[in-house]
C-alpha cells in the first residue's frame, strides 16, 4: 500500500467525519454564537466607553473557545466509541483501512469541521469588532494569532477526546476530557505552585504541571483584547507544542485501539 | 488452491468484573474453503458463526491459531482488497445516501475513481435500490438496508464474499432475492462464505456446509451428500379414501388426506406393497425414497454428544471434516 492510497483513505474517513458533523446539525451551534455575538455588541456599543474593543475581543474569543471546546469533546469521544457501538466500523475496517489510518482520519474530520466552524465565528468577532471600532487597526491582527491558538487548542481537546474514547466509556472520557481542559487552563499557575512546593508534594505537583496539556500558553485572549502583541517565537513553541501532544494523544489512542476487540 | 484455510483459530474472552475467567467462544477450528465453492456455516443463535467470521475480518483477534484467506495471511492488507463483508443486522452511515455510502466504500476500497460513479450506480441496480438510491439511509426498512449491505459487499468485485446471516430480517420476497443474488456470485466463480440458520437457504445454495455449536465445529459435509441418502424407507401416495388394512400389517405410517393416502414404509416392503396396491386395483400417485434432509443432520450434530467422544469430536474439529 503506498503512502498516496494511505493518505487519500485517510481524507476520504476524514471527509466523512466532517459531512456527518455537518448533517448532524453541528455548525448550528453559529446560529446561538451570532445571536450572543451580536447582542453583545449593540449593548456594548450603547453602555460602553472606550473598552468596546476590550469587550468584544474578550467576549468574542472566549465564545469561539467555549463553543468549540464542547464541539470538540461531545463529538470527540463519540468518534470511535459510536462506531463501534453502531458497528459502522465493521464495513470500514473489513476494507483495506488500517485502524490507524481510521483514528487519525477521524481525528482529522472532527478537527477540519472545528477549523471551519472556528472561521465562521472569527468572520462573526471581526464583524463585531468592526461594528463597534468602526475600522480595523494594525492590532487586531493580533485577534488573529488568538484565533489560531484556539484551533490549537481544540486539536490536543480533539486528541484527548479520542485517546480517552479509546479505552473509558462516552461519560467518564467526557468528564476526563473537561477536567484536563479546566486544569490545563490553569498550568502556569500549578507550574507556579510547583516551584514553591517543596518534597513529594513539590515533585507531584510539578509532575502534574508538566503532564497536563498548558492550555494557559495558549490562551492570549487577555493580551490580543488589551491590543498587546504576541511575540512570534510563542507562535513557534505554542504550535510545535500542540502538534506534538496532539499526536501523543493520538499514537496512545491508536495503541489501544490496534488491540482492541470489537465486539 | 484454497479460498480459506482457518488453521485452528480460537477465541475466548475473560468475562467477569472481579475474578475473570475465560469463556470460550470458538474451539479451535480447522476448515478448509475451495475456490468457486458456496459455503454454508449453520448454527443456532450464539453458536460461533459470528465470531469466525469476525476473526477472519480481523475485528476480534484470535486466542490462538490463524488462518489464510486466497493465499494470503490473515493479517496481510492485500487480503481486505480482495474479500467483501456483509455483517450481521447491517448498520450504516445513516446520514449518508445509499450513493453516497456506497461511494465511500468504493474510496476505501480502492476502486478508481473513473468508472466508480458507474460501479456504484450498477450495484444500486443489482440490488433494486436505484430508486431509491438519493435518500439517506435513516429512512431505510431493514430490508432496503440489508440490500445496501449485499452491495457494499460486492461492489468492489471480490473474489470471497462473506456474509453473516444474509437473508436475517427480510421477507420471502427479500430472501429469494439474497438467494438469486448468492447464485449470480456463484456463477461468476466467487466464493461465498455465509452464515445462517435457516437451513432451506442453506440446502438450496450451499455445495459444502459446516454445522457448528457452543464454539465447535461438529461436522461438515457435502450438501449433495448429506442429503442423497435414503433412510431404507419409502413414500408412497396412492387414491383411497381409507387405508388398506393389509398395508397397516406391512409396518406403513399411513395418513388419509382427502381421497389421497400418504403411506411411509419400509424398503423391503416396497414390492408387497405395490403388489397389494395392484390387486386392490388402487391407483398409484408416486413412490419416492424418503431421502435424509439437511435438517436431520443439523438436528443429529446440535444434539448432545454423550455416543460421540469428547476427543473423537475434537478430533473431527481439528481435521475440518465430516463425520
Known amino acids: ?263 | 488452491m484454497a479460498a480459506i484455510e482457518i488453521l485452528d483459530l480460537e477465541k475466548s474472552y475473560l468475562v467477569g468484573f472481579w475474578r475473570k475467567r475465560p469463556k470460550v467462544a470458538l474451539r479451535p477450528l480447522r476448515l478448509t474453503i475451495e475456490e468457486g465453492e458456496v459455503f454454508g456455516f449453520l448454527g443456532p443463535n450464539g453458536a460461533g458463526k459470528t465470531t469466525t467470521l469476525k476473526l477472519l475480518m480481523g475485528l476480534v483477534f484470535p486466542t490462538a491459531g490463524t488462518a489464510r484467506i486466497l493465499g494470503l495471511d490473515m493479517d496481510d492488507p492485500q487480503v481486505k482488497s480482495q474479500i467483501g463483508f456483509l455483517p450481521e443486522q447491517p448498520y450504516f452511515y445513516d446520514h449518508l445516501t445509499a450513493r453516497e455510502l456506497l461511494n465511500y466504500y468504493g474510496q476505501l476500497s480502492g476502486v478508481p475513481a473513473k468508472g466508480r460513479s458507474a460501479r456504484v450506480e450498477q450495484m444500486l441496480q443489482r440490488v433494486g435500490l436505484s430508486d431509491s438510491a438519493g435518500v439517506q439511509l435513516r429512512k431505510f426498512s431493514k430490508g432496503m438496508l440489508q440490500r445496501v449491505g449485499l452491495a457494499q459487499a460486492i461492489l468492489h468485485d471480490p473474489k470471497l464474499v462473506f456474509l453473516d446471516e444474509p437473508m436475517s430480517g427480510l421477507d420471502p420476497m427479500g430472501r429469494r432475492e439474497v438467494r438469486d443474488l448468492i447464485q449470480q456470485l456463484r456463477h461468476e466463480g466467487k466464493t461465498v462464505f455465509f452464515s445462517t440458520h435457516i437451513l432451506s437457504d442453506a440446502e438450496a445454495l450451499c455445495d459444502r456446509v459446516g454445522v457448528i455449536h457452543q464454539g465447535e465445529l461438529r461436522g461438515v459435509g457435502a450438501v449433495a451428500e448429506l442429503t442423497s441418502g435414503t433412510k431404507g424407507r419409502v413414500e408412497i401416495v396412492f387414491f383411497a379414501q381409507k387405508v388398506p388394512a393389509a398395508l397397516a400389517s406391512l409396518g406403513a405410517e399411513a395418513r388419509v388426506s382427502g381421497d389421497m393416502v400418504n403411506a411411509v414404509l419400509p424398503e423391503e416392503q416396497q414390492d408387497t406393497a405395490l403388489d397389494l396396491l395392484r390387486r386392490e386395483r388402487i391407483k398409484l400417485i408416486s413412490l419416492t425414497p424418503v431421502r435424509r434432509s439437511l435438517e436431520e443432520y443439523y438436528i443429529q450434530k446440535l444434539r448432545p454428544t454423550e455416543n460421540c467422544p469428547e476427543e473423537g469430536r475434537k478430533e473431527a474439529s481439528r481435521k475440518g471434516v465430516g463425520v
Open chain 1, 1 to 263: 500500500m503506498n503512502s498516496g492510497r494511505v493518505n487519500a483513505r485517510i481524507g476520504y474517513i476524514a471527509f466523512n467525519t466532517f459531512r456527518e458533523a455537518v448533517r448532524d446539525r453541528v455548525l448550528y451551534n453559529l446560529i446561538a454564537f451570532a445571536v450572543l455575538l451580536s447582542g453583545a455588541a449593540i449593548l456594548v456599543g450603547e453602555v460602553s466607553i472606550d473598552i468596546e474593543r476590550l469587550v468584544v475581543v474578550n467576549l468574542g474569543l472566549t465564545a469561539v473557545s467555549l463553543f468549540g471546546v464542547v464541539i470538540a469533546i461531545f463529538i470527540g469521544i463519540g468518534l470511535v466509541s459510536k462506531e463501534i457501538d453502531k458497528r459502522t466500523l465493521y464495513t470500514v475496517l473489513s476494507r483495506p483501512v488500517r485502524r490507524w489510518e481510521f483514528v487519525v482520519g477521524k481525528f482529522f474530520g472532527l478537527t477540519g469541521t472545528l477549523v471551519v466552524n472556528t472561521f465562521l465565528m472569527a468572520v462573526g468577532v471581526l464583524l463585531a469588532l468592526l461594528y463597534v471600532a468602526h475600522r480595523f487597526e494594525k492590532m487586531d491582527a493580533w485577534v488573529l494569532v488568538a484565533l489560531y491558538f484556539i484551533v490549537l487548542q481544540f486539536l490536543i481537546v480533539c486528541a484527548l477526546a479520542l485517546f480517552f474514547s479509546s479505552f473509558s466509556t462516552p461519560l467518564m472520557s467526557a468528564v476526563f476530557t473537561f477536567a484536563l481542559f479546566v486544569i490545563g487552563s490553569l498550568a502556569e499557575d500549578l507550574r507556579g505552585f510547583a516551584k514553591i512546593t517543596q518534597g513529594a508534594a513539590g515533585v507531584l505537583a510539578k509532575a502534574v504541571a508538566y503532564l497536563v496539556p498548558n492550555f494557559s500558553a495558549l490562551n492570549v485572549i487577555n493580551q490580543v483584547a488589551r491590543g498587546d502583541s504576541i511575540p512570534g517565537r510563542l507562535i513557534l513553541y505554542n504550535t510545535v507544542y500542540a502538534l506534538l501532544y496532539s499526536a501523543m494523544a493520538i499514537s496512545g489512542a491508536v495503541l489501544i485501539f490496534q488491540r482492541r476487540n470489537l465486539k
